[in-house]
T-cell receptor
Framework: KNEVEQSPQNLTAQEGEFITINCSYSVGISALHWLQQHPGGGIVSLFM???GKKKHGRLIATINIQEKHSSLHITASHPRDSAVYIC????????????FGKGTLLTVNP | DGGITQSPKYLFRKEGQNVTLSCEQN?????MYWYRQDPGQGLRLIYY???????QKGDIAEGYSVSREKKESFPLTVTSAQKNPTAFYLCASSIGARMLEAFFGQGTRLTVV
């Protein structure tokens, strides 16, 4: 069974700060997803990674397959970035199933 | 715009009643999924369907049932057999069965009183 661990569990930052959220997993994967969940509950897919690095606006996601670790970075954080960020991995041949981390609650204060 | 629509957003039911949560997608995705989210826990898979008229149990299928009569629709029924039905339910869809380009709905918060 693939375990997914996120850190930190909670993160409070001041507007403008650089933020890093970490995700570690225990077995080989075919892809890793970073998701964003706002207070209303809906989830948006931010990135899907299988290697290297991806960037979208102020968000950057990296993955190190050898170390089984991924990071999500937010540059110049803003209060609207406040949300729960969830890491999920897919593994196995069918890749039908995601294993989710418990999420990181980010609060960015003005 | 393509997307997934879950309805209703909030649902209240009395204990012992079955309730059906709706999930519709217009993304032409083959695969659809239902997840349950409880406070302090990661999302857990209830059921998934890779094609019409076929679905498979996930990790926590007991007390739930689904149907997939149309590609666009994957309703979830929470039956009276589900011992702890109060939770947040999320529907998702993806291209094929590999969770590629996964899209998620806005969720339904079910409260059983």
């Amino acid at each position: 069974k693939n375990e997914v661990e996120q850190s930190p569990q909670n993160l409070t930052a001041q507007e403008g700060e650089f933020i890093t959220i970490n995700c570690s997993y225990s077995v080989g994967i075919s892809a890793l997803h970073w998701l964003q969940q706002h207070p209303g509950g809906g989830i948006v897919s931010l990135f899907m990674l299988s290697s290297g690095k991806k960037k979208h606006g102020r968000l950057i996601a990296t993955i190190n397959i050898q170390e089984k670790h991924s990071s999500l970075h937010i540059t110049a954080s803003h209060p609207r970035d406040s949300a729960v960020y969830i890491c999920a991995v897919s593994s196995g041949g069918s890749n039908y199933k995601l294993t989710f981390g418990k999420g990181t609650l980010l609060t960015v204060n003005p | 715009d393509g997307g997934i629509t879950q309805s209703p957003k909030y649902l209240f039911r009395k204990e012992g009643q079955n309730v059906t949560l709706s999930c519709e997608q217009n993304l032409n995705h083959d695969a659809m999924y239902w997840y349950r989210q409880d406070p302090g826990q990661g999302l857990r898979l209830i059921y998934y369907s890779q094609i019409v008229n076929d679905f498979q149990k996930g990790d926590i299928a007991e007390g739930y049932s689904v149907s997939r009569e149309k590609k666009e629709s994957f309703p979830l029924t929470v039956t009276s057999a589900q011992k702890n039905p109060t939770a947040f339910y999320l529907c998702a869809s993806s291209i094929g069965a590999r969770m590629l380009e996964a899209f998620f709905g806005q969720g339904t918060r079910l409260t059983v009183v």
